[in-house]
T-cell receptor
Framework: GESVGLHLPTLSVQEGDNSIINCAYS??????FIWYKQESGKGPQFIID?????DKRQGQRVTVLLNKTVKHLSLQIAATQPGDSAVYFC????????FGTGTSLTVIP | DTGVSQDPRHKITKRGQNVTFRCDPI?????LYWYRQTLGQGPEFLTY????????KSRLLSDRFSAERPKGSFSTLEIQRTEQGDSAMYLC????????????FGDGTRLSIL
C-alpha cells in the first residue's frame, strides 16, 4: 500500500550542528507535504510545508527539500538547539492523510 | 488562544465504558480531522468533516466509534464499550477548506483503559 516513512527512527546531533531528517513516500500522485514537530505530551506542531511544484522551501532555520524523481523529502534544521529535541513527522496530506513513524531528534548540549 | 482545543486532556476509564471527547477547531476552519496516535507511532487518520458533513472514514473507525459535528463547529468523538486496545492519544486537527491546506493540531486527549 501507499506509505510515508522515515529513514532513521532516531538522530542525535551536537548543539549548533545542522540536522537532516529524511522521509520517503511511495505515492507518485502526492502533491503536498508537511513537516511536523511533536514534543512530549503535545500535539504535532506545523513547521513547514511544500507543494509538489516546488523543490525547496525555506523557513526560519528550517529548509525542506523535495525530490519528486526519487520520492524523497528532507527537513534541514540549521544550528540545532536543545529546544529542537522532539519527534519529527513528515505527512502526505495532499491526497491522503499519512504520517510516517517519526524521527526522534536529540540535541546534545 | 485561538488554536485547536481538546477536552478532556486525559481520560481514565474502565473497560466497557463509553467515553466522549470534544474538539473545538480554529474558528474559521471548515475542515476537522480526528487521528489516533499510539506510543512510538505517527498519527493514524480516523475521519474528517467538511463543515457538518463527514466525508471520509478510515477502516480503523470500527462501529464502536462515532464522530459528529452537528453545527459545523465543534466535534465529538465517542467510543462505546471501550477495549484495552483503545488506549491511545486522540488528536484533533483543523484546516481551511480547499486543496492542500495545512492541518493544525490540538494537544490531544489521552485515553487510558483500565
Amino acid at each position: 500500500g501507499e506509505s510515508v516513512g522515515l529513514h532513521l527512527p532516531t538522530l542525535s546531533v551536537q548543539e549548533g550542528d545542522n540536522s537532516i531528517i529524511n522521509c520517503a513516500y511511495s505515492n507518485s500522485a502526492s502533491d503536498y507535504f508537511i513537516w511536523y514537530k511533536q514534543e512530549s505530551g503535545k500535539g504535532p506542531q506545523f513547521i513547514i510545508d511544500i507543494r509538489s511544484n516546488m523543490d525547496k522551501r525555506q523557513g526560519q532555520r528550517v529548509t525542506v527539500l523535495l525530490n519528486k524523481t526519487v520520492k524523497h523529502l528532507s527537513l534541514q534544521i540549521a544550528a540545532t538547539q536543545p529546544g529542537d529535541s522532539a519527534v519529527y513527522f513528515c505527512a502526505d496530506v495532499g491526497n491522503q492523510f499519512y504520517f510516517g513513524t517519526g524521527t526522534s531528534l536529540t540535541v546534545i548540549p | 488562544d485561538t488554536g485547536v482545543s481538546q477536552d478532556p486532556r486525559h481520560k481514565i476509564t474502565k473497560r466497557g465504558q463509553n467515553v466522549t471527547f470534544r474538539c473545538d477547531p480554529i474558528s474559521e476552519h471548515n475542515r476537522l480531522y480526528w487521528y489516533r496516535q499510539t506510543l512510538g507511532q505517527g498519527p493514524e487518520f480516523l475521519t474528517y468533516f467538511q463543515n457538518e458533513a463527514q466525508l471520509e472514514k478510515s477502516r480503523l473507525l470500527s462501529d464502536r466509534f462515532s464522530a459528529e459535528r452537528p453545527k459545523g463547529s465543534f466535534s465529538t468523538l465517542e467510543i462505546q464499550r471501550t477495549e484495552q486496545g483503545d488506549s491511545a492519544m486522540y488528536l484533533c486537527a483543523s484546516s481551511l477548506d480547499g486543496g492542500n491546506q495545512p492541518q493544525h493540531f490540538g494537544d490531544g486527549t489521552r485515553l487510558s483503559i483500565l
